[in-house]
């Protein structure tokens, strides 16, 4: 390990949207842990790709709902690289409903997925925050969604999780400073590999296409575009920034339907 190097921690980050964070700030040359639920084998691909930027990593399986493991995630980046500079809380899980059926949605469905959402993303800064302000320097990005802005999305329960944690991060932003930023990115749609596996090559191509011409920027976000928005929010030029909430979303946001 470098002296000179921050530590990251990417939750979620074997895959997706989570990988390319971890890819990203690898090239940044930053030390990087790679969090993993199951996919070990992946793990491990993204882990190889961050050492050929030439700094160190390691893998940690943890999952971030149970609060034992979310102290053993950071006790081990910390047991490898002595710190943690950063945080990046990607983990996520929903459940798909249609917004009108709300019988499709029980209690359970809500817990299940807050613990991930809300409350897996609580315990991993709290598990940061004594490392991180003894250093005198933390940066958290939570990765939520339009979700939680706009009422849209794969199911209430995760539209309200979402929101829940936009709030959350304004809370730990005013708690947390002034030695630790805690800001948030709500990407719209993101073109990953999962999202291909859930609905199949074709539905995902006419999603692709769909967002493409109903964006102002005519783009489909992919997990690259953003990982450029939480990667800002890590590093330099957001030193003055905290408690905010960006949209990545290439516009989307502003052509949603009315009601």
């Not at 939750?11 to 690898?26: D, E, P, V, Y």
């Not at 692709?208 to 575009?225: F, M, R, V, Y």
């Not at 408690?243 to 990545?248: A, Q």
Request: some cysteine; charged content about 25%.
């Amino acid at each position: 390990m470098s002296e000179d190097r921050k530590v990251a921690i990417i939750t979620g980050s074997s895959q997706g949207l989570g990988a390319s964070i971890a890819i990203k700030l690898s090239q940044r040359n930053i030390d990087i842990a790679i969090n993993y639920s199951n996919n070990k084998e992946m793990a491990l691909k993204i882990k190889d790709e961050c050492v050929n930027n030439g700094v160190e990593a390691i893998t940690v399986q943890a999952d971030i709902s149970s609060d034992d493991d979310c102290k053993k995630l950071v006790q081990e980046t910390i047991n490898a690289f002595g710190k943690v500079d950063i945080l990046v809380n990607n983990a996520g899980t929903t459940k798909f409903a249609d917004h009108s059926k709300l019988d499709k949605l029980n209690d359970e469905d809500f817990i299940n997925i807050y613990k991930v959402n809300v409350i897996g993303p609580y315990q991993m800064i709290r598990a940061v925050e004594p490392i991180m302000k003894k250093n005198g320097f933390g940066a958290v990005v939570n990765i939520s969604s339009i979700a939680g802005k706009t009422g849209i999305g794969s199911s209430i329960a995760y539209a309200a999780s979402k929101g829940a944690l936009n709030t959350m991060t304004l809370s730990l932003a005013k708690a947390l400073g002034p030695e630790i930023r805690v800001n948030t990115v709500c990407p719209g749609f993101i073109g990953t590999g999962w999202f291909e596996n859930r609905f199949g090559k074709e539905t995902f191509d006419r999603i692709k296409k769909d967002q493409e011409s109903i964006t102002p920027l005519n783009k489909a976000g992919t997990p690259d575009d953003i990982a450029d928005s939480a990667v800002f929010f890590c590093l330099e030029g957001a030193e003055h920034i905290t408690g905010e909430t960006l949209i990545s979303d290439a516009g989307m946001h502003l052509n949603l339907p009315k009601g």
